[in-house]
């Protein structure tokens, strides 16, 4: 943060020091006369250096910033900025250096420009949800390696379904594999909540194509093709068309066949696809025909179903067992806390069923994080009397970040005579994930680490 040099009026019976008294933050461009002696009051070259952000004192140049309308005037001092970065030493000191007081840059929003400068002269980062991506631009422009590493890390850490396809778009525009492949992650796992975000909408085409052409992508097809109308409904906005059918399959061209149409479930496509007026009438007839008929019609879509992710399985006890009234539900909760060490995306838990033949349960699953609701379901499910386990899947899987405590939790509804969990263990390696548990203090019904229900955790990792 940049130090408090610059004297404001004293007011009546003022008691602050000389510090308080003559030095403010100098978040806004000001031209003050500053303090007597500033350079004695601060004892590191890194405050002192902090001391002319976007400070006017000794300014050698300034930056006219922003698109026209939006540009804020911002001073710099070619020495500094030379040296946390070889496009402004090129741009001062090189061989084609040339001698400008004032420099305008217009494709870079001012906010932006000023966390970039900040971390220049007071090697801080200051990032914010809203100028991140602003941010990385100029650290990329400006080639600032660990401000646009920062950058980088910042949006990998606030990456979820709502903005994992904008983040998509935006990574691979500045060549940031490694958060290319985490967008991937989060849209393979939580696709339908990708899909459904607002933020889809907003993709460029060639986003657009690689999320309808990827063979991982973990959702319905008729959720994939009522995203993509949605798409070209706000396409046919941003080209100023009429928002009509013929524009829409017009804005979609070639990838419209990328959307996997017959591999969709037949009420799906009857009481969607058909009736959008999307698809011709010929179409409509050989997709028809390809569902039903013995010699199936060649067609322009793809019409092998996408493989999707597979989910992996921790199982948690190494033994499980029966006795008679064992294990009495009666509206009580059974839980157990978990953390990972790498971002997973649970998308149900393994359950018990009756040990005395078939019988059906009902269950209501929950997914907590320090007490906040992340995800619950209420669905029914058949055991056949064996020590199997059985999935019970949420409405859409949650993302789990890594190393921190969550809370899954079921409450059973059925057959009191069930199987149970024995020999838990506090460490489990799953593939590349590795899951610690722990007991939860919202478990009322007896299971713990060392035995009781919710004997699996089902994710996408």
Known sequence: MAADIFPRKKPANSSSTPVQQYHQQNLSNNNLIPAPNWQGLYPTIRERNAVMFNNDLMADVHFVVGPPGGTQRLPGHKYVLAVGSSVFHAMFYGELAEDKDEIRIPDVDPAAFLAMLKYIYCDEIDLAADTVLATLYAAKKYIVPHLARACVNFLETSLSAKNACVLLSQSCLFEEPDL?????????????????????????????ESILRRETLNAKEIVVFEAALNWAEVECQRQDLALSIENKRKVLGKALYLIRIPTMALDDFANGAAQSGVLTLNETNDIFLWYTAAKKPELQFVSKARKGLVPQRCHRFQSCAYRSNQWRYRGRCDSIQFAVDKRVFIAGFGLYGSSCGSAEYSAKIELKRQGVVLGQNLSKYFSDGSSNTFPVWFEYPVQIEPDTFYTASVILDGNELSYFGQEGMTEVQCGKVTVQFQCSSDSTNGTGVQGGQIPELIFYA
């Open 180 to 208: 290319t492949q985490r967008c991937w992650e989060v849209i393979d796992a939580q696709a339908e909540l990708a899909l459904k975000s607002e933020g889809f909408c907003d993709i460029d085409f060639q986003t657009l």
